[in-house]
């Protein structure tokens, strides 16, 4: 499949490109949680940056202090059939795969790509078993809303030119009011970017029907094409509804925050297009 390059990739994170050898680089991790037993989905984005004969076989792990629990393997940059010649500097591979989890002991994990001879690249997110209950978060932040309901943590991924961000909340106490989620992407002016304002769960789940120590899974939606190049923040707040007033945001030290204005501490950098790489690229799915 061939697919127009010219800005494949919007926004960087993590230090993204990251290099994992002298001739590949590793352009972007995406890593979707299965729901209860169901696999995890993994799509892989490489760019070779010199002419490449030989495949290199790696390793999806999950691993925690005590060693690896999971290792499932990826190849990439297979041989080409003939008559399309070799894989050339500049090319960009994805490779889409899927790992099933064991019964995982309680701890914390981490996914990683490991690959012979080359730098093994850690995801910054973590997996948490507790009591029977896992959780997948980039940061936890413990932010209290209105001594209602606290944001426990929350992810973010970047398929194609779309942010999705997974709010991870808990109920305090059962609101009374039904409040509107708004995250802001702050340029470096700290001017709003984008934005998204909506009831949680894509309106499906006000906060009026939140229960006692609920937790909801909430995911909100920011359309990045066309978004101007540099280092972005997001900023994250509940309001009421119907009034507009914003609930009172205090974090774990109970200091309130100016404005009652969350910004969480990951900086992503949107790149100009005439940064990306323009190349042919090559979908495999194992």
Not at 127 to 136: A, C, K
Request: hydrophobic share 40%; aromatic share 8%.
């Amino acid at each position: 499949a061939v697919y127009e390059t010219a800005n494949p990739l919007p926004v960087h994170y993590d230090s993204f490109p990251i290099h994992i050898s002298d001739d590949v680089a590793l352009a972007h991790l995406d890593i979707i949680p299965g729901e209860g037993n169901a696999e995890w989905r993994f799509q892989v984005l490489a760019l070779l940056l010199a002419e490449r004969t030989t495949p290199l076989d790696c390793q999806i792990q999950l691993a925690s202090e005590h060693g690896n629990a999971v290792s499932s393997p990826l190849t990439l940059f297979e041989p080409l059939p003939e008559s399309e010649g070799t894989w050339m500097a500049g090319d960009l591979q994805i490779v889409e795969t899927a790992v099933s989890l064991p019964e995982l002991a309680p701890g914390d994990y981490q996914w990683a790509l490991s690959c012979p001879g080359t730098t093994l690249h850690t995801a910054s997110e973590i997996l948490t078993v507790d009591n029977g209950q896992t959780t997948y978060l980039r940061q936890r932040v413990n932010i209290d809303y209105g001594g209602t309901i606290r944001l426990h943590g929350y992810r973010w991924r970047t398929p194609g030119a779309e942010l999705q961000v997974t709010l991870h909340w808990q109920v305090l106490e059962a609101p009374l009011q039904d409040c509107k989620v708004f995250v802001h992407l702050l340029n470096s002016d700290g001017e709003i970017a984008r934005q998204y304002d909506a009831v949680p769960c894509d309106w499906q789940c006000p906060t009026g029907q939140w229960e006692n120590d609920e937790v909801v899974i909430d995911q909100a939606l920011i359309y990045l094409g066309g978004a101007p190049p540099g280092e972005d923040r997001l900023a994250v707040g509940l309001y009421d509804a119907q009034t507009g007033q914003r609930l009172a945001a205090h974090g774990s030290d109970g200091e309130r925050y100016f404005d009652d204005y969350v910004l969480l501490p990951d900086v992503l950098k949107v790149s100009p297009a005439d940064d990306a790489p323009v190349a042919l690229v090559h979908v495999s799915d194992e």
